[in-house]
């Protein structure tokens, strides 16, 4: 059995700097693409286009996000964070300030589309957090990755006032410029993130074993499984609640409010998750997350809507909204160690794009046949309860592997 | 641990408080040139109420073109040169040109789009 040794020196990287850089790579990943919306508008009038223009290449972006994320986290967990945080905030750089000259729905799908799709999976989430749980001590790690996924949600919730600050000070194209200084900032950071796993600090594993371990592990898939109800959750919820609310006789003041309300608790719920991750079960903590998730949509979707019922529901689902990131990140990293955690994450979190997906066009796709979401909230309950059941047997346990004899 | 919730404590506080500068700043470059007119958000003080506030843009002859999340801010519209110092001179603090804003600028922890159907639905 190999044996786990502390986290080596990190000379001028120490872990206080390690986890505020990686928190601010989160903040400015997650910020700069939530006000992505605010050019909806402003783009599609500038040139002509139909609205349908824009929101395809937001598809094609976030395909490659989550398509992206296991090579980027293959890549930096074998080159190193520090180069794949770099080539992609130069990539997210490069597309969002090239977005602003983007005159042909071609050249929008490329910049707005591929380039960021691209650069954000090189600065995603999964890379990030990877290299804090590989930097920081083990007894730290559920806390920094709660700090890091609660750095992201307050990105989101702040920089969409922002953007939009922005676009009337200086106009949209402009603007875009502005973000794309802002995504072009990780770049320097990562120099902190940089470097990968030293070998020792796991068992001696080439990535393609590191693959087929995780593939054989019953947990792994569970966590796969688990994280893709996660995705269709936040998504179908994001996208379809507001017309939800409006359809049951609501202003839409109230969607917007009821939005902003789940950004601010997504902070605090993703922080205290993570806290918790240090001291409780990992796994107990995700099966109460979902369970609670089909509590609070079931009670929200039987009792009358009022605007405090709304207010509530969001308050309640911020909480359980990105609490789940940083226990699954955990999970990974506990079971499997932190040598390979980028690419095993990486795998996970397109679990959780692939259901996102999901929960946006099945949200969609069934109000279109049954002219209700009625059939949807009733399939993300029953989806809140499966998560629930699947994350109760994950062997949470890291696991032993035995070293080659030697001779 | 207590250290730790120091530490996330002040990183919040840290990004709030460049956050706020970096917004008041560029509001304060956002604001119309007294003699701007065409469609604006006016931007009434927080103590005041929706009707305080559309009574005051009222009195300045605006048309209302709609109400916001804010009671205290109102989309507003008129021609007539001259039409932001007359809200300035009615109370409001800061005067901005109206932005195409919808509820799907709030896009979700997945960037998803919205679907065709949804987007003809809210606008």
Same mark, same amino acid.
């Given at each position: 059995?190999?044996?786990?040794?502390?986290?080596?020196?990190?000379?001028?990287?120490?872990?206080?700097?390690?986890?505020?850089?990686?928190?601010?790579?989160?903040?400015?990943?997650?910020?700069?693409?939530?006000?992505?919306?605010?050019?909806?508008?402003?783009?599609?009038?500038?040139?002509?286009?139909?609205?349908?223009?824009?929101?395809?290449?937001?598809?094609?972006?976030?395909?490659?996000?989550? &398509?992206?994320?296991?090579?980027?986290?293959?890549?930096?967990?074998?080159? +190193?964070?520090?180069?794949?945080?770099?080539?992609?905030?130069?990539?997210?750089?490069?597309?969002?300030?090239?977005?602003?000259?983007?005159?042909?729905?071609?050249?929008?799908?490329?910049?707005?589309?591929?380039?960021?799709?691209?650069?954000?999976?090189?600065?995603?989430?999964?890379?990030?957090?990877?290299?804090?749980?590989?930097?920081?001590?083990?007894?730290?790690?559920?806390?920094?990755?709660?700090?890091?996924?609660?750095?992201?949600?307050?990105?989101?919730?702040?920089?969409?006032?922002?953007?939009?600050?922005?676009?009337?000070?200086?106009?949209?194209?402009?603007?875009?410029?502005?973000?794309?200084?802002?995504?072009?900032?990780?770049?320097?950071? &990562?120099?902190?993130?940089?470097?990968?796993?030293?070998?020792?600090?796991?068992?001696?594993?080439?990535?393609?074993?590191?693959?087929?371990?995780?593939?054989?592990?019953?947990?792994?898939?569970?966590?796969?499984?688990?994280?893709? !109800?996660?995705?269709?959750?936040?998504?179908?919820?994001?996208?379809?609640?507001?017309?939800?609310?409006?359809?049951?006789?609501?202003?839409?003041?109230?969607?917007?409010?009821?939005?902003?309300?789940?950004?601010?608790?997504?902070?605090?719920?993703?922080?205290?998750?993570?806290?918790?991750?240090?001291?409780?079960?990992?796994?107990?903590?995700?099966?109460?997350?979902?369970?609670?998730?089909?509590?609070?949509? &079931?009670?929200?979707?039987?009792?009358?809507?009022?605007?405090?019922?709304?207010?509530?529901?969001?308050?309640?689902?911020?909480?359980?909204?990105?609490?789940?990131?940083?226990?699954?990140? +955990?999970? !990974?990293?506990?079971?499997?160690?932190?040598?390979?955690?980028?690419?095993?994450?990486?795998? !996970?979190?397109?679990?959780?794009?692939? +259901?996102?997906?999901?929960?946006?066009?099945?949200? +969609?796709?069934?109000?279109?046949?049954?002219?209700?979401?009625?059939?949807?909230?009733?399939?993300?309950?029953?989806?809140?309860?499966?998560?629930?059941?699947?994350?109760?047997?994950?062997?949470?346990?890291?696991?032993?592997?035995?070293?080659?004899?030697?001779? | 641990?207590?250290?730790?919730?120091?530490?996330?404590?002040?990183? #919040?506080?840290?990004?709030?408080?460049?956050?706020?500068?970096? #917004?008041?700043?560029?509001?304060?470059?956002?604001?119309?040139?007294?003699?701007?007119?065409?469609?604006?958000?006016?931007?009434?003080?927080?103590?005041?109420?929706? =009707?305080?506030?559309?009574?005051? =843009?009222?009195?300045?002859?605006?048309?209302?073109?709609?109400?916001?999340?804010?009671?205290?801010?109102?989309?507003?519209?008129?021609?007539?040169?001259? #039409?932001?110092?007359?809200?300035?001179?009615?109370?409001?603090?800061?005067?901005?040109?109206?932005?195409?804003?919808?509820?799907?600028?709030?896009?979700?922890?997945?960037?998803?789009?919205?679907?065709?159907?949804?987007?003809?639905?809210?606008?």
């Amino acid at each position: 059995m190999a044996t786990a040794v502390p986290t080596p020196a990190l000379t001028w990287r120490t872990p206080l700097l390690v986890i505020i850089v990686g928190c601010t790579i989160a903040l400015l990943n997650f910020g700069v693409r939530s006000g992505f919306g605010l050019f909806l508008e402003p783009i599609s009038a500038a040139n002509g286009w139909g609205r349908e223009v824009f929101a395809f290449g937001i598809a094609i972006q976030t395909v490659l996000w989550g &398509a992206g994320q296991p090579f980027a986290g293959a890549i930096a967990d074998r080159y +190193g964070s520090g180069r794949v945080l770099a080539g992609g905030a130069v990539l997210y750089a490069a597309g969002v300030a090239l977005t602003a000259y983007s005159t042909t729905p071609a050249m929008l799908h490329v910049t707005l589309g591929v380039l960021i799709g691209l650069g954000l999976a090189g600065t995603s989430f999964t890379v990030a957090l990877a290299a804090i749980a590989r930097m920081v001590p083990p007894e730290k790690r559920s806390w920094a990755l709660g700090i890091g996924t609660a750095a992201g949600s307050l990105g989101q919730f702040l920089m969409v006032p922002l953007g939009q600050a922005f676009i009337a000070a200086y106009g949209w194209a402009f603007a875009l410029i502005l973000l794309s200084l802002f995504a072009l900032a990780i770049a320097p950071l &990562a120099t902190v993130l940089a470097g990968k796993a030293p070998e020792g600090t796991g068992a001696q594993q080439s990535l393609s074993e590191a693959l087929k371990e995780a593939g054989l592990q019953r947990s792994y898939w569970l966590l796969i499984f688990g994280f893709f !109800v996660c995705g269709f959750h936040v998504s179908f919820i994001q996208t379809h609640l507001p017309a939800y609310i409006v359809d049951r006789g609501l202003d839409p003041a109230t969607g917007a409010w009821a939005l902003a309300l789940v950004g601010l608790a997504n902070v605090i719920g993703s922080y205290t998750a993570g806290v918790l991750g240090g001291k409780r079960s990992k796994k107990y903590l995700l099966s109460f997350i979902y369970g609670a998730r089909a509590v609070v949509i &079931a009670v929200f979707v039987m009792l009358p809507m009022t605007e405090i019922s709304v207010l509530i529901f969001a308050f309640s689902m911020g909480l359980l909204w990105l609490s789940t990131v940083p226990l699954t990140s +955990g999970l !990974v990293a506990q079971i499997f160690g932190p040598r390979y955690m980028a690419t095993l994450f990486g795998i !996970v979190f397109f679990s959780h794009q692939v +259901g996102g997906f999901l929960g946006v066009w099945l949200g +969609g796709r069934l109000f279109d046949m049954t002219g209700s979401y009625d059939l949807v909230w009733w399939i993300s309950i029953g989806l809140g309860v499966f998560a629930a059941i699947v994350h109760w047997p994950i062997d949470e346990r890291p696991l032993v592997r035995v070293a080659p004899a030697t001779a | 641990m207590a250290s730790g919730h120091k530490l996330a404590l002040g990183f #919040f506080i840290a990004v709030a408080l460049l956050w706020a500068a970096a #917004f008041g700043l560029t509001l304060s470059q956002a604001e119309l040139p007294p003699d701007a007119s065409g469609r604006v958000i006016a931007v009434y003080p927080f103590r005041w109420s929706g =009707a305080a506030s559309t009574a005051a =843009a009222m009195r300045t002859e605006a048309r209302l073109v709609r109400e916001t999340w804010l009671p205290n801010i109102l989309e507003l519209a008129s021609d007539e040169p001259g #039409f932001v110092a007359r809200l300035q001179q009615e109370g409001a603090i800061g005067v901005y040109r109206a932005q195409p804003f919808t509820l799907f600028t709030l896009s979700g922890c997945t960037g998803m789009p919205p679907g065709p159907l949804s987007l003809r639905r809210l606008g």
